[in-house]
Antibody
Framework: QVQLQESGPGLVKPSETLSLTCTVS?????????WGWLRQPPGMGLEWIGS???????YYNPSLKSRVTISGDTSKNQFSLKLSSVTAADTAVYYC???????????????????WGQGTLVTVSS | QSALTQPASVSGSPGQSITISCTGT?????????VSWYQQHPGKAPKLIIY???NRPSGVSNRFSGSKSGNTASLTISGLQAEDEADYFC???????????FGGGTKLTVL
């Protein structure tokens, strides 16, 4: 079973860059799947931030695209999120999650998230 | 305002059945069978309970079922149990550049 774990600072100052890493266990990120980031502001709903395909292709929510970078490190079996110019509105629990593809290399997916990390709260405050 | 519309809350007594609706448009739920549902207990990560409208992942109780009609998807929980009390979120692929939409979530209370 795929296991994911987020890590990174819990407090980021306004205008700075939020950086998080997701470490994947029991599955190689280069063996398939899309690897994504989502967030949930306190007491609110979920928002998809973006995903990276095992080939390295990236897909971002247009509402955040200008500020987001998702990258992968296959040597460490990790993928990362960078969100620049943060404001208080970016305060949220950030989750990493996996999205399966129909078969390896197809790229075809049903856009659901089957495995999730436990989430990490990131607060934007001075 | 979320892109998919869910009722803020529903409630039911143990043993009863409840249904949570999720309304979208022809750009998402109406035209694609890529609807998924997630259960989230307080302080926990979301858990996938339905994918591709009506499929259950291995290990998910068959008390959970999903369906779709037109632009509206539905999650039905039968034989309600205390442990079902949680927030439920729907999600769908969208043909717009956003790719993935979520509903605002529905709080289920087991009376």
């Amino acid at each position: 079973q795929v296991q994911l774990q987020e890590s990174g600072p819990g407090l980021v100052k306004p205008s700075e860059t939020l950086s998080l890493t997701c470490t994947v266990s029991s599955y190689s990120i280069s063996s398939g799947y899309y690897w994504g980031w989502l967030r949930q502001p306190p007491g609110m709903g979920l928002e998809w931030i973006g995903s990276i395909y095992h080939s390295g292709s990236t897909y971002y929510n247009p509402s955040l695209k200008s500020r987001v970078t998702i990258s992968g490190d296959t040597s460490k079996n990790q993928f990362s999120l960078k969100l620049s110019s943060v404001t208080a509105a970016d305060t949220a629990v950030y989750y990493c999650a996996s999205t399966p593809e129909y078969y390896y290399g197809s790229g075809r997916t049903s856009y659901y998230f089957d495995y999730w990390g436990q989430g990490t709260l990131v607060t934007v405050s001075s | 305002q979320s892109a998919l519309t869910q009722p803020a809350s529903v409630s039911g007594s143990p043993g009863q059945s409840i249904t949570i609706s999720c309304t979208g448009t022809s750009s998402d739920i109406g035209d694609y069978n890529y609807v998924s549902w997630y259960q989230q207990h307080p302080g926990k990560a979301p858990k996938l309970i339905i994918y591709e409208v009506s499929n259950r992942p291995s290990g998910v109780s068959n008390r959970f079922s999903g369906s779709k009609s037109g632009n509206t998807a539905s999650l039905t929980i039968s034989g309600l149990q205390a442990e079902d009390e949680a927030d439920y979120f729907c999600s769908s692929y969208t043909s717009t550049s956003t790719l993935v939409l979520f509903g605002g979530g529905t709080k289920l209370t087991v009376l």
